[in-house]
């Protein structure tokens, strides 16, 4: 999706309703054609996290999509459209007129998908633009996504502008094989040590970080714990004469 | 050489970066002699990872050229413990047993913001009961007044002033036996749920929190008079550790170092949360921006406490009976509790309700112990002020029964960056001053 000016958003089909995959039953059904269709990243079969062991109880047919609320039309309420057309204008005055992916406004909360090229421009914006004045960042949390093919790890950024007592998040997706995010530390400096978490638990490599090493594990531990392909690890555990396996191989619920 | 020899404790060795001395008590001589023998002025000082006080297992790395610090750093991660992986592996409700066990001075705290954000991924945030809102706060608010008390209390000990740490753990203990009497627990309480909290004010409680007020007004007054102008304690707090409004907001600080620059930031106020907006309270600032004045927030704050848990107490004396958990039975679980003779178990009129009267009660009950209560895809971010600055709780639910992440942006952690602004072009008992009037909790750095 292509915005048809510079400094728009990307248009989304109307109709839509940022809640419509929570009113599924379970989730589990596929959305009705026309609405607006919640991004699919991950297809889970099954049940209990059982896999091949002849279970004859049905359950293994089982499909269920993992949907993630999708993008919303405007206007997008309250605060949100002022905060869209003064940073839809600054973007477009500084040349960055597609910075913008995806807008998802869920829970009275406002979500800027950032193509991850255009990540520093956008928050030098937010911070500097006198009608944004977004002066703080919570810091970044990263999100792994092992099935959603090309945008497996996610930076999430939650910004308050104090000024206007406004909360927003951006999210920036890179893929697991090109795993590089611009860092943001000189914007924000606040992010030095979070950049570093994130690179420690997922990986994300944030390049013009002025020292990304591990922060929270040993120098030399392998791998990046937080991913969803890192197993959690364990013993089974005895009490009372039962043996309690370890939580990443017990039942799960799809 | 031989100025060690004789200290077992106190060995010097050579190694590829130079002379190594470990040091480990009272023999702070021979290093002096051993270091005035290689006749250089630049140290490097590592220092722990130990605690300097009570604040966690830090270590600070200190460059020292004579008694001044001309670089400081910190090693952090020896307390990390894979909370927020191992949410991902339980049940929505059960995160909170994990989460509380973070910032282990502010537990409540930790509860509040992950609670906050399930509620407003399953939009309930509207049908929380009335009485839990004020439960929460109130245990939050007492939760700050010992959190704080820590804070005076090892700061003070740090720079030698031991009373103010046995008058503050006394005091302490006042926060944690009403703790006891409404949680069960002094500590780690996964109390307040997804949906209201886990049980009723037990009876006594308002009476108990009544004396507690009416003591705390006797006793805090104490602090004031043993620090707020006596000349060893200015000396060492004032002009110490000074970070100024944009330093503040460039490494993002928050809490009391925020509000010690005179900015009246405070979450409780600017985006109120659990009905914060219907107390009545100040929003306390200073104008130094250093150690003292963040001392004095602190104490300050504690009276703000004070008068909050003394509203909240009145509310409860109208509550009497009220419900303290959401209406909605799939979310409430476990709320059919009840003291049994081997602790607190399922109450048994709920077993024999579901044993003997309702098979549908017993398939839900079932369903919801072993599988938990699915909460709709989306994510949520919704910070509080806990004592150390802005806590918030980054959920992301996948649609199903347990968290797809949690992650927590903890104010110890941001804030303990501020070290090296703090410490450096200062003097080595100056970093220690600095790093308390942080006030870090490694549990919540490292989580």
Same mark, same amino acid.
Request: aromatic share 8%.
């Given at each position: 999706?292509?915005?048809?000016?510079?400094?728009?958003?990307?248009?989304?089909?109307?109709?839509?309703?940022?809640?419509?995959?929570?009113?599924?039953?379970?989730?589990?059904?596929?959305?009705?054609?026309?609405?607006?269709?919640?991004?699919?990243?991950?297809?889970?079969?099954?049940?209990?996290?059982?896999?091949?062991?002849?279970?004859?109880?049905?359950?293994?047919?089982?499909?269920?999509?993992?949907?993630?609320?999708?993008?919303?039309?405007?206007?997008?309420?309250?605060?949100?459209?002022?905060?869209?057309?003064?940073?839809?204008?600054?973007?477009?005055?500084?040349?960055?007129?597609?910075?913008?992916?995806?807008?998802?406004?869920?829970?009275?909360?406002?979500?800027?998908?950032?193509?991850?090229?255009?990540?520093?421009?956008?928050?030098?914006?937010?911070?500097?633009?006198?009608?944004?004045?977004?002066?703080?960042?919570?810091?970044?949390?990263?999100?792994?996504?092992?099935?959603?093919?090309?945008?497996?790890?996610?930076?999430?950024?939650?910004?308050?502008?104090?000024?206007?007592?406004?909360?927003?998040?951006?999210?920036?997706?890179?893929?697991?094989?090109?795993?590089?995010?611009?860092?943001?530390?000189?914007?924000?400096?606040?992010?030095?040590?979070?950049?570093?978490?994130?690179?420690?638990?997922?990986?994300?490599?944030?390049?013009?970080?002025?020292?990304?090493?591990?922060?929270?594990?040993?120098?030399?531990?392998?791998?990046?714990?937080?991913?969803?392909?890192?197993?959690?690890?364990?013993?089974?555990?005895?009490?009372?004469?039962?043996?309690?396996?370890?939580?990443?191989?017990?039942?799960?619920?799809? | 050489?031989?100025?060690?020899?004789?200290?077992?404790?106190?060995?010097?060795?050579?190694?590829?970066?130079?002379?190594?001395?470990?040091?480990?008590?009272?023999?702070?001589?021979?290093?002096?002699?051993?270091?005035?023998?290689?006749?250089?002025?630049?140290?490097?000082?590592?220092?722990?990872?130990?605690?300097?006080?009570?604040?966690?297992?830090?270590?600070?790395?200190?460059?020292?050229?004579?008694?001044?610090?001309?670089?400081?750093?910190?090693?952090?991660?020896?307390?990390?413990?894979?909370?927020?992986?191992?949410?991902?592996?339980?049940?929505?409700?059960?995160?909170?047993?994990?989460?509380?066990?973070?910032?282990?001075?502010?537990?409540?705290?930790?509860?509040?913001?992950?609670?906050?954000?399930?509620?407003?991924?399953?939009?309930?945030?509207?049908?929380?009961?009335?009485?839990?809102?004020?439960?929460?706060?109130?245990?939050?608010?007492?939760?700050?007044?010992?959190?704080?008390?820590? %804070?005076?209390?090892?700061?003070?000990?740090?720079?030698?002033?031991?009373?103010?740490?046995?008058?503050?753990?006394?005091?302490?203990?006042?926060?944690?036996?009403?703790?006891?009497?409404?949680?069960?627990?002094?500590?780690?309480?996964?109390?307040?749920?997804?949906?209201?909290?886990?049980?009723?004010?037990?009876?006594?409680?308002?009476?108990?929190?009544?004396?507690?007020?009416?003591?705390? *007004? *006797?006793?805090?007054?104490?602090?004031?008079?043993?620090?707020?102008?006596?000349?060893?304690?200015?000396?060492?707090?004032?002009?110490?550790?000074?970070?100024?409004?944009?330093?503040?907001?460039?490494?993002?600080?928050?809490?009391?170092?925020?509000?010690?620059?005179?900015?009246?930031?405070?979450?409780?106020?600017?985006?109120?949360?659990?009905?914060?907006?219907?107390?009545?309270?100040?929003?306390?600032?200073?104008?130094?921006?250093?150690?003292?004045?963040?001392?004095?927030?602190?104490?300050?704050?504690?009276?703000?406490?004070?008068?909050?848990?003394?509203?909240?107490?009145?509310?409860?004396?109208?509550?009497?009976?009220?419900?303290?958990?959401?209406?909605?039975?799939?979310?409430?679980?476990?709320?059919?509790?009840?003291?049994?003779?081997?602790?607190?178990?399922?109450?048994?009129?709920?077993?024999?309700?579901?044993?003997?009267?309702?098979?549908?009660?017993?398939?839900?009950?079932?369903?919801?112990?072993?599988?938990?209560?699915?909460?709709?895809?989306?994510? %949520?971010?919704?910070?509080?002020?806990?004592?150390?600055?802005?806590?918030?709780?980054?959920?992301?639910?996948?649609?199903?029964?347990?968290?797809?992440? %949690?992650?927590?942006?903890?104010?110890?952690?941001?804030?303990?960056?501020?070290?090296?602004?703090?410490?450096?072009?200062?003097?080595?008992?100056?970093?220690?001053?600095?790093?308390?009037?942080?006030?870090?909790?490694?549990?919540?750095?490292?989580?």
């Amino acid at each position: 999706m292509s915005p048809k000016e510079p400094g728009e958003f990307p248009e989304v089909t109307p109709g839509t309703d940022p809640d419509a995959t929570d009113n599924l039953p379970e989730n589990t059904l596929p959305v009705e054609p026309g609405a607006l269709a919640p991004e699919v990243v991950e297809v889970r079969r099954g049940m209990f996290g059982v896999e091949g062991s002849g279970d004859t109880s049905g359950y293994g047919g089982l499909v269920r999509p993992v949907t993630m609320p999708g993008g919303t039309p405007r206007p997008y309420g309250g605060w949100f459209d002022e905060v869209a057309d003064s940073l839809g204008a600054a973007l477009a005055e500084a040349g960055l007129p597609n910075a913008v992916e995806k807008v998802v406004v869920h829970r009275g909360e406002l979500t800027l998908f950032i193509r991850r090229a255009d990540l520093l421009g956008v928050a030098t914006l937010l911070r500097d633009d006198p009608a944004l004045r977004f002066e703080f960042c919570s810091g970044v949390s990263g999100v792994h996504y092992p099935e959603d093919q090309g945008r497996e790890l996610h930076a999430v950024y939650h910004l308050l502008s104090m000024t206007h007592n406004r909360r927003i998040r951006l999210e920036v997706t890179c893929p697991d094989r090109d795993p590089h995010v611009p860092s943001v530390v000189s914007v924000y400096p606040t992010n030095d040590w979070h950049e570093r978490e994130t690179y420690d638990f997922f990986g994300i490599i944030f390049d013009g970080h002025p020292a990304l090493t591990r922060i929270e594990m040993p120098d030399d531990w392998p791998g990046h714990p937080q991913r969803k392909d890192y197993p959690l690890g364990g013993i089974p555990v005895e009490y009372k004469g039962a043996t309690i396996p370890p939580p990443d191989t017990r039942r799960a619920y799809n | 050489m031989t100025t060690t020899q004789n200290d077992p404790y106190a060995q010097a060795s050579d190694t590829a970066e130079g002379r190594v001395f470990t040091v480990t008590g009272q023999d702070w001589d021979s290093v002096v002699t051993g270091v005035a023998e290689e006749g250089e002025e630049r140290v490097v000082v590592n220092m722990g990872p130990q605690h300097p006080s009570t604040h966690g297992v830090l270590r600070l790395i200190l460059e020292l050229e004579g008694e001044t610090v001309t670089e400081a750093r910190c090693g952090i991660g020896y307390l990390h413990t894979g909370i927020e992986k191992n949410m991902e592996f339980r049940s929505w409700t059960q995160g909170v047993t994990f989460c509380t066990r973070m910032d282990y001075l502010s537990p409540f705290y930790n509860e509040a913001t992950y609670v906050l954000g399930v509620e407003r991924l399953l939009d309930i945030e509207d049908q929380i009961p009335e009485k839990a809102q004020v439960m929460r706060v109130l245990l939050m608010e007492i939760n700050r007044i010992s959190s704080h008390l820590v %804070a005076i209390a090892t700061g003070g000990m740090e720079i030698g002033a031991l009373t103010v740490m046995t008058i503050g753990f006394r005091e302490r203990e006042l926060c944690l036996d009403l703790f006891e009497l409404i949680t069960g627990l002094r500590m780690n309480h996964a109390f307040i749920r997804p949906g209201g909290v886990a049980q009723d004010m037990p009876p006594g409680a308002l009476d108990q929190i009544r004396d507690f007020i009416a003591l705390m *007004k *006797k006793r805090l007054p104490e602090y004031a008079d043993l620090c707020n102008a006596n000349p060893i304690f200015k000396a060492r707090l004032e002009n110490v550790g000074v970070l100024d409004l944009a330093g503040c907001m460039a490494l993002g600080l928050t809490g009391p170092v925020l509000r010690s620059t005179g900015y009246p930031w405070d979450l409780r106020k600017t985006q109120p949360y659990s009905g914060y907006q219907d107390y009545d309270f100040d929003v306390v600032t200073w104008d130094t921006s250093d150690s003292y004045g963040r001392f004095r927030i602190r104490l300050a704050e504690m009276w703000e406490s004070l008068k909050i848990i003394e509203q909240c107490a009145n509310r409860l004396a109208d509550l009497e009976g009220a419900p303290v958990m959401v209406a909605d039975k799939k979310i409430a679980w476990p709320s059919q509790l009840a003291i049994g003779s081997d602790g607190m178990g399922n109450s048994l009129d709920h077993i024999r309700h579901i044993m003997g009267e309702s098979m549908e009660a017993l398939i839900h009950h079932f369903k919801l112990v072993t599988e938990g209560f699915r909460v709709p895809a989306g994510q %949520a971010y919704v910070p509080i002020e806990s004592p150390r600055g802005e806590l918030g709780a980054h959920v992301v639910s996948d649609g199903g029964t347990r968290p797809y992440r %949690a992650h927590f942006r903890d104010p110890s952690f941001t804030n303990l960056q501020a070290t090296s602004v703090m410490a450096e072009g200062g003097l080595v008992a100056d970093v220690i001053v600095a790093i308390a009037s942080i006030d870090p909790v490694m549990g919540g750095v490292d989580r």
